[in-house]
């Protein structure tokens, strides 16, 4: 079973750069048919796809945060990194790793890691 | 931008039958997946293409999709099921991932 488990500061001065790191465990991030993806929810709102990486290191990001936004991935340690710079307050949100399953077209956000609260705040 | 658009709340009784629309524009033509969030958990794939069941998922979750809209049921609702719902789509012309704004269903 594939498991997801977000880590970073869960506190993060504005102007500053909103680090978090995802850890797959159970299936090689190399070999699995997922884009590792991250999505966000702002208090109380709705879900926001924030961007995703393959195992080529292959990029796409919302155009709404592509020039603050980089998704890297490291094989060797199976995660994916998110990095955010110039942060304000609007991006204070629940952050979540994903997996988008492919299946000739995008199938699915099948695996979920359990999110982690980021506040962006002095 | 593709947008979609779910009401913000439903609510049905125990046994009956809940439905929450996700509409957009020509959705019958993408890939329509719908996801489960129960108060502090991650979201949980519970249908994807249209009315295909992840394992683990029951029987009573079912999906349509056809024009402008498309639809999740759930029958013998209860009060398990309360949560909030959202759908979701791959856009092709913008390869952008896009998300409804979700429907909080009440189970009276």
């Known amino acids: 079973q594939v498991e997801l488990q977000e880590s970073g500061p869960g506190l993060v001065k504005p102007s500053q750069t909103l680090s978090l790191t995802c850890t797959v465990s159970?299936?090689?991030?190399?070999?699995?048919?997922?884009?590792w993806t991250w999505i966000r929810q702002r208090p109380g709102k709705g879900l926001d796809w924030i961007g995703y990486?393959?195992?080529?290191?292959?990029?796409f990001y919302n155009p709404s945060l592509k020039s603050r936004l980089s998704i890297s991935i490291d094989t060797s340690k199976n995660q994916f990194s998110l990095n955010l710079n110039s942060a304000t307050a609007a991006d204070t949100a629940v952050y979540y790793c994903?997996?988008?399953?492919?299946?000739?077209?995008?199938?699915?956000?099948?695996?979920w890691g359990q999110g982690t609260m980021v506040t962006v705040s002095s | 931008s593709y947008v979609l658009t779910q009401p913000p709340s439903v609510s049905v009784a125990p046994g009956q039958t809940a439905t929450i629309t996700c509409v957009g524009n020509?959705?019958?033509?993408?890939?329509v997946h719908w996801y489960q969030q129960k108060p502090g958990q991650a979201p949980v794939l519970v249908l994807y293409?249209?009315?295909d069941r992840p394992s683990g998922i029951p029987e009573r979750f079912s999906g349509s999709n056809s024009g402008n809209t498309a639809t999740l049921a759930i029958s013998r609702v209860e009060a398990g099921d309360e949560a909030d719902y959202y759908c979701?789509?791959?856009?092709?012309?913008?390869?952008?991932?896009?998300f409804g704004g979700g429907s909080k269903l009440a189970v009276l």
């Open positions: 159970g299936a090689s991030i190399s070999s699995s048919p997922h884009f």
């Open positions: 994903a997996g988008e399953r492919q299946k000739l077209i995008p199938n699915g956000f099948d695996i």
């Open positions: 979701q789509v791959w856009d092709r012309s913008s390869y952008l991932r896009v």
């Open positions: 293409g249209d009315s």
């Open positions: 990486i393959d195992y080529s290191g292959s990029t």
């Open positions: 020509n959705i019958g033509s993408k890939s």
